[in-house]
């Protein structure tokens, strides 16, 4: 029989499998609603829609180079239990090498691409959810091209709990460019250099130092000058290039890179969750409602 749109709308909502994965299975089932069911809890695809509200805020970072291209990825697990898993490390692998190799535009874009095995990268994650047991996300990655007069720096905090890729051009020092990358995972600045951080944050904390002064009971006459020099300090907390080096803190991060004739282009650093909300679970409360549920 033929497939329609309403059925395949409902199978997604018992099921919250895919709209493509709803109709493959309506398709191979002839429309059987039950067996359709049937179909996507074998293949997998129905357990790992059933776990699509959990939150996943574990996981792991990791970063592949290759020639002159990098990619710094996060796929999140819903335990750290799991993010030390073989099968979730392997994952984790597989999908480095797709997006390195495919280069696709966002995780929305990755996720319908095919891998060397056949499979959709959505379907391949959903497999490892089905054998794993617990809620897996592709989150984010980002892809970097240098040239050859460059270095890639990439350092792995925690077995990937952090992860930083920097890009130092005009030097192939890769020892160095990584030395740069595990002072941005201990520091955490948001930006290279001052000419980054937006008129618009500059003002706010010029004013928010201000009425600090202020408040102070500092003199308005000289007040302008202190925000200044406050303000200097500022940068220092949030540009990797006036932060004192945590290998030589005699020595500026900006000193040290031009030292070896190069300049830092970027940096992208990802923490393992940083920016999920994760839910806080009351264990004794869980356990009663599925004692009151029996």
Not at 192 to 209: W, Y
Not at 231 to 238: A, I
Not at 260 to 289: C, H, P, Q, S
Request: with cysteine; proline share 1%.
């Amino acid at each position: 029989m033929a497939v329609t749109a309403q059925m395949v709308k409902e199978l997604r909502e018992k099921t919250g499998a895919g709209m493509m994965d709803c109709k493959k299975a309506l398709t191979e089932t002839n429309g059987d609603m039950d067996k359709a069911i049937d179909f996507l809890r074998e293949k997998g695809i129905a357990k790992a829609a059933k776990k699509a509200d959990r939150i996943a805020a574990e996981g792991l970072t990791s970063i592949v180079t290759e020639g002159n291209d990098a990619v710094i990825l996060e796929v999140n697990s819903e335990t750290d239990f799991v993010a030390k898993n073989e099968g979730f490390q392997t994952l984790v692998k597989d999908l480095a090498a797709h997006l390195l190799k495919n280069k696709p535009a966002s995780v929305e874009e990755a996720l319908t691409q095919t891998m060397e095995n056949g499979a959709t990268v959505n379907d391949h994650i959903n497999a490892a959810i089905a054998k794993i047991g617990e809620k897996l996300t592709l989150r984010r990655y980002t892809i970097v091209s240098k040239t050859d007069n460059d270095a890639f720096g990439a350092y792995l905090h925690m077995g990937g709990r952090i992860s930083v890729l920097t890009v130092l051009e005009g030097s192939t020092d890769a020892e160095a460019a990584k030395d740069v990358a595990m002072h941005i995972a201990a520091l955490n600045p948001k930006y290279v250099s001052r000419d980054q951080v937006s008129q618009e944050e500059v003002e706010h904390e010029r004013q928010v130092l201000t009425q600090q002064a202020l408040n102070e009971g500092k003199p308005e006459n000289i007040v302008a000058k202190m925000v200044e020099g406050r303000l200097g300090k500022y940068f220092e907390d949030v540009c990797v290039l006036d932060q004192a080096f945590v290998k030589n803190p005699d020595q500026k991060v900006r000193q040290f890179v031009e030292s070896k004739g190069a300049t830092l282009r970027e940096f992208i650093r990802y923490e393992v969750g940083e920016g999920i909300e994760k839910r806080e679970d009351n264990f004794a409360e869980e356990v009663m409602n599925q004692v009151n549920k029996q």
